[in-house]
C-alpha cells in the first residue's frame, strides 16, 4: 500500500476519498479555500457553490442551509472527478460530522 502525503494526489483519475482529504486540509486549516463567482450561499433553497482550493476547483451542491454533496472537482493538473448518482462514494459524506459542519461554517463565511 502506497501512502502519500497531504498534498500529491495518485496517478490516474482522481477518487472521492481524493477530493475529501482536499476537504478535510480545508477543514482542518492547512489549505485555504475562496470562492469562485459572485453568486455564492445566497438564500435559495439549492444551488451549486464553487470554490477554488490552491488550484482544486470544487463544485459543490448547496441544498438548503448545507453542503449536500460535492458535484465535481478539478485538480491543478487537470485530473478530474465528477459526481456519480449510483455510486455512495461522494466527498462531502466522507466527511465526519464535525468537518460537515465545520465546511458549512466556512462556506457561509466566504
Known sequence: MTEHSWHEIPSGALTARDVSQVLREVVL???TMIKIGSQ????LYASHVQVDVEGWLIAIYNDGDEPDYCASCES???QRWEFDPGSRADPV???ST???Q???RMLKGL
Open 76 to 78: 491543478p493538473d487537470g
Open 93 to 95: 459524506a466522507l466527511l
Open 98 to 100: 464535525w468537518e460537515h
Open 29 to 31: 486549516g492547512r489549505r
Open 102 to 104: 465545520t465546511l458549512q
Open 40 to 43: 455564492f450561499m445566497k438564500p
